[in-house]
T-cell receptor
Framework: DTAVSQTPKYLVTQMGNDKSIKCEQNLGHDTMYWYKQDSKKFLKIMFS???????INETVPNRFSPKSPDKAHLNLHINSLELGDSAVYFCASSRSAGSYYEQYFGPGTRLTVT | AQSVAQPEDQVNVAEGNPLTVKCTYS??????LFWYVQYPNRGLQFLLK??????LVKGSYGFEAEFNKSQTSFHLKKPSALVSDSALYFC??????????????FGAGTRLAVHP
């Protein structure tokens, strides 16, 4: 059973398009995250939701909009895709944000914008 | 501001030899420190963490890490490396003064290559 799953695994699209990435966790966690890993493998947090409430919103273009319909799901919608959006996007989850629990990562979605 | 430094882009070690992957950190409050491993085309896997208590922390796959407050370091170690340990290793830190948001700051990663 996959703990944190993401769909799709690969996404190839053209500049200007709008796309979504979905994430689901079956660990019973109440906090979920989106990270971006660039071509040099540098990993940076983008957003975090705790009990469906946005609690971390880093300096990310407003073309990126996360949505959490419930505690087990966190989706990422990207409008007007640009070449610089090409990266691997990881979803993660953890127990309560107000603590020190480790985060569990999904397998990643490799986004390629052409 | 929080930061993590992994000074080595790559560490090469022969199978059977001990390995060390270095990490230093900077936080305002007390650090919560983590090590993760990433295999090719995979997500990050949690290895171990230091929150408080014993400075030597043991984790998955025979890895351990030593917290050194005076040197602000949290180096990852293993007594005997395996070829299967070859992967990308990330150190991460959370500041306990971050408002409780569990915001992890990751280092740039260190590629470990274990040669037969």
């Amino acid at each position: 059973d996959t703990a944190v799953s993401q769909t799709p695994k690969y996404l190839v699209t053209q500049m200007g398009n709008d796309k979504s990435i979905k994430c689901e966790q079956n660990l019973g966690h109440d906090t979920m995250y989106w990270y971006k890993q660039d071509s040099k493998k540098f990993l940076k947090i983008m957003f975090s939701y705790n009990n469906k409430e946005l609690i971390i919103n880093e300096t990310v273009p407003n073309r990126f909009s996360p949505k959490s319909p419930d505690k087990a799901h966190l989706n990422l919608h990207i409008n007007s895709l640009e070449l610089g959006d090409s990266a691997v996007y990881f979803c993660a989850s953890s127990r309560s944000a107000g603590s020190y629990y480790e985060q569990y990562f999904g397998p990643g979605t490799r986004l390629t914008v052409t | 501001a929080q930061s993590v430094a992994q000074p080595e882009d790559q560490v090469n070690v022969a199978e059977g030899n001990p390995l060390t992957v270095k990490c230093t950190y900077s936080v305002s409050g007390n650090p919560y420190l983590f090590w993760y491993v990433q295999y090719p085309n995979r997500g990050l896997q949690f290895l171990l963490k230091y929150i408080t208590g014993d400075n030597l922390v043991k984790g998955s796959y025979g890895f351990e890490a030593e917290f050194n407050k005076s040197q602000t370091s949290f180096h990852l170690k293993k007594p005997s490396a395996l070829v299967s340990d070859s992967a990308l290793y990330f150190c991460a830190v959370r500041d306990d003064l971050d408002g409780g948001y569990n915001k992890l700051i990751f280092g740039a990663g260190t590629r470990l290559a274990v040669h037969p």
